[in-house]
Each structure stands twice: as C-alpha cells, then as structure tokens.
C-alpha cells in the first residue's frame, strides 16, 4: 500500500552553529606541528658544528 | 566586542608562540651576537691573492684569539684553495673565505658551515670541528660551466 510522504517525521540532527570545538581542535594541531619541527630544526643546528 | 572562549585560547597561544620566536631570535643576534656569515668585512676582490690572510689560504694557529686556528679559503671559478685539508679534532676554527671572481657558495656538506661568498666581500664562521671525519665542500651558488666540479674536503683528524 502507498503511504503517503507528507506527514512522516525526519530527523535531522542540527550541529549547534557556534560549535567552534573542530576549528580548535585544526588550530592545535598546525600549532604543534610549526613548534615540533620548529625544535627538531633547531636540535639538529646543535648537534651539527 | 564579544570573543569566543576558544578563540581567546588560541589568540592566546598564537601570539606566545610567535613572542618565544622573536624572543629566540633577539638572544641569539643580540646575547649570542651570532651574525650573517658576510658582515661588513669587505676586500678588494681582485687584489685577494696579495692581501693577508689571502695570500697563504689553508690553516693557521693563531694565539690570543678567541679562536685556536683560522683556516682561509679562497674560491674562483672553479676550485677551492686550498683543495684539501686537515683540521685537529676538537679545534675551534675560524673559517675565512672570500672569492676571486664571480659568487660562489661554501657548503660544508651535514655541518652548520654554509656560506655565501661574494666578490668584494669576506665570509666568516666560528666552530669548533667536534666530529672526526672527512667532510666535502660544494659549491652551491651557481658560478659557471664548471659549478658541478668545484669542491674541496676538510679532513677532521684525531
């Protein structure tokens, strides 16, 4: 039997819009990677004469 | 002016980050008065075979110096002078370079010691040579047919 579409409930879930927890997150993540190399650069100059 | 809360954080942690690399940056020019390796020290670029330390390249002890030995090159197109030489382990070696003709560059291959040398002017490093071994010199500017074949060596003996 055809049911009809108008009346069936979706749910879609709606990601609050101020959320900025990912953004954070990538932030963080290209922050220790400049510092991590930035010291492994640096380590290297001293160990090198 | 409203600021998020994590917006503040890394607002934060982006401008300690770039101070601390100021900051490293200061120490080292103004604390550890490290320098470009061509500061100020010029000469004339074609009188460099009669002008000291020039006129006799390879190493010197020298006293009363910061530094125990001074070890001069002089490069053209398309060799170093001298082309190979022996360097006490543990010496503290003033490097001295300077070229004839066009720039050349002065790489000391896997170390610190890598310069610029232009004509006209004299380039200068400090260090102290802590790892035995043989080390190649290249040439890494661009200087003519020959740039591939220009090098020199630098034997750290025991």
Same mark, same amino acid.
């Given at each position: 039997m055809a049911q009809p579409g108008i009346g069936k409930k979706t749910n879609t879930k709606v990601e609050?819009?101020?959320?900025l927890k990912g953004t954070l997150a990538s932030v963080f993540l290209l922050g220790f990677f400049l510092i991590i190399t930035w010291v492994g650069v640096y380590f290297l100059f001293l160990d090198r004469f | 002016m409203h600021i998020h809360k994590f917006e503040k954080i890394w607002l934060i942690f982006g401008i300690t980050t770039l101070l601390v690399f100021l900051s490293v940056i200061g120490v080292s020019a103004f604390y550890l008065g490290n320098q470009p390796p061509s500061c100020l020290a010029t000469i004339n670029p074609e009188k460099v075979d009669t002008t000291a330390p020039f006129d006799k390249p390879g190493l010197k002890k020298v006293e @009363?110096? =910061?530094?125990?030995y001074e070890l001069v090159f002089v490069a053209s197109a398309f060799a170093y002078n001298p082309g190979q030489v022996e360097v006490p382990k543990g010496a503290k070696v003033k490097v001295i370079a300077t070229t004839k003709d066009v720039i050349h560059g002065f790489e000391v291959a896997g170390t610190n010691i890598n310069m610029m040398l232009e004509p006209g002017f004299i380039s200068e490093y400090v260090t102290t040579f802590d790892k035995a071994g043989e080390y190649l010199i290249v040439c890494? =500017?661009?200087? @003519?047919?020959g740039h591939h074949m220009m090098s020199s060596k630098i034997e750290v003996v025991e």
């Open positions: 609050d819009q101020s959320s | @009363g110096k =910061e530094w125990d890494n =500017e661009y200087c @003519g047919v």
